[in-house]
C-alpha cells in the first residue's frame, strides 16, 4: 500500500466537514426517503420535491442526471444516497459500478478478483 495514512485516495472525493456542510441539502432530501410517502412524492414531482429541499443547482443537475457521483462531489454522502438509488431502481453493486466507471459485470468482476 503506497501513501501516507489518512491522504486522500487518488480519484475519490473525500466526506468530511465541509462536504457534510455542502451536502446537507441533498443528504437531508435522500434522509427523508425513509418515509414512504415522501418517496412517493419524489416519484410524482421530482422537480417540486427537490425544490422543497433546496437543492443547489449543482446537486439538482446530478439527481437530474442519475449521476451519483456528481452527488457525492455536490457534498451527497453515501449512505445517504442509497435510498435515492433504491427509488431509482439501483442497487449496491450498480452503485459501485458508476462510483468506480465500470459496468456492473466488471465491478463484480473486480470484486471476485479482489477476494
Same mark, same amino acid.
Request: one cysteine or more; aromatic letters at 6%; a negative charge.
Given at each position: 500500500?503506497?501513501? %501516507?495514512p489518512g491522504a486522500p485516495i487518488p480519484g475519490t472525493t473525500l466526506f468530511d466537514g465541509d462536504a457534510a456542510k455542502k451536502g446537507y441539502a !441533498?443528504?437531508?432530501?435522500?434522509?427523508?426517503?425513509?418515509? %414512504?410517502r415522501n418517496r412517493k412524492a419524489f416519484v410524482e414531482d421530482e422537480d417540486a420535491y427537490c425544490a422543497k429541499f433546496n437543492l443547489t443547482p449543482e446537486q439538482r443537475k446530478? #439527481?437530474?442526471? /442519475?449521476? #451519483? *457521483?456528481g452527488m457525492i462531489e455536490a457534498g451527497g454522502n453515501i449512505y445517504y444516497l442509497a435510498k435515492?438509488?433504491? !427509488? *431509482?431502481?439501483?442497487?449496491v453493486q450498480d452503485v459501485g459500478a458508476l462510483q468506480t466507471g465500470l459496468s456492473v459485470d466488471e465491478f463484480k468482476? /473486480?470484486?471476485?478478483?479482489q477476494a
Open positions: 500500500m503506497t501513501g %501516507e !441533498i443528504n437531508a432530501m435522500c434522509f427523508s426517503f425513509n418515509d %414512504e446530478a #439527481v437530474a442526471d /442519475r449521476s #451519483v *457521483l435515492l438509488a433504491g !427509488i *431509482l431502481g439501483l442497487n468482476q /473486480r470484486l471476485l478478483d
